[in-house]
């Protein structure tokens, strides 16, 4: 199938992007690695006027961190550069480990992590990783002004978020661990590439054995990335042992909403999420730092 004809622009500076944004309003499209927007468009499930593909603007390729301990990944970030990390694979063992399960090696070529957070697709991974990592996506206007966007609040539904008219996702914003970090993400696919039947990522944040801070979420078991908020709780302020393992993989189960379809029953998805917390929480070597 053909797309719908639309224009396009190829902006090489912010302020030529935001106008033109102000030119075609809700009927453009941000064009970053295009690994979703493309298809869509050639399906016809989408019909922008107008294209913005923003890769001739310079500087949105990095992925850094500031000196308040936050990691920064820009709006070009590639998922092959985050893929190949020295800086992730020494400090952020959950991103480290979803990276190259991320599609197929021709869609981590260009595909990018802030655009999956802004494509949020239930079934994405990065949105999960972001969530129990407590991340933020960081919105820009016409103006320059800048907000912060958790997660949990920009991925709101079913490839919904909460940019408004005229911002541009240009980065997001892993914020500084309290204590030492380990995590992990186990993925459930029919197929290598696949997109997730079921994933969970688990991120914890620990000094002296204790945690200070634990994320959980899920993808593929509901309409949207799961904070399994519960199972956090359940984990804070305490050590690993038999007992809160149990007691969080069984809150994370219940956390997940899952539907049966052809890749499987919601019961069988449901007891994957909890084997897989127990599975990822028990394995030390896997949630090494």
Not at 2 to 30: M, N, W
Request: aromatic share 6%; net charge neutral; glycine share 10%.
């Amino acid at each position: 199938m053909y797309p719908s004809r639309f224009h396009y622009e190829a902006p090489r500076s912010l302020d030529e992007a935001f106008g033109v944004l102000q030119t075609y309003g809700d009927e453009a499209k941000i064009l970053a690695g295009g690994q979703s927007l493309i298809p869509l468009i050639k399906l016809r499930f989408a019909s922008p006027a107008c294209i913005v593909d923003i890769n001739n603007i310079p500087g949105l390729e990095f992925h850094e961190e500031d000196s308040d301990g936050s990691l920064h990944i820009g709006a070009l970030c590639r998922h092959r550069d985050l893929e190949r990390s020295a800086l992730l694979r020494s400090k952020y063992p959950v991103m480290s480990v979803v990276a190259p399960l991320i599609s197929d090696p021709m869609v981590r070529n260009r595909g990018t992590l802030v655009g999956s957070l802004c494509h949020a697709d239930p079934q994405g991974d990065w949105a999960s990783t972001m969530l129990a990592l407590g991340g933020e996506v960081i919105a820009r206007n016409a103006d320059g002004g800048e907000r912060a966007i958790p997660v949990s609040q920009f991925v709101v539904g079913p490839f919904q978020n909460t940019l408004q008219q005229g911002e541009i996702a240009v980065r997001a914003r892993v914020p500084a661990p309290r204590g030492t970090r380990s995590g992990t993400y186990l993925k459930l696919e029919r197929r290598v590439g696949d997109f997730a039947t079921v994933g969970v990522a688990i991120n914890l944040e620990s000094s002296g054995g204790t945690i200070n801070r634990a994320g959980i979420a899920l993808t593929g078991v509901g309409p949207n990335n799961i904070q399994c908020t519960a199972a956090e709780q359940a984990l804070a302020g305490k050590t690993l042992n038999a007992s809160t393992i149990e007691q969080a993989a069984r809150l994370a189960a219940e956390a997940a909403q899952p539907k049966t379809d052809v890749r499987g029953s919601a019961e069988y998805k449901r007891h994957v999420v909890y084997t897989f917390v127990m599975r990822g929480l028990s394995n030390r070597e896997a949630m090494a730092a």
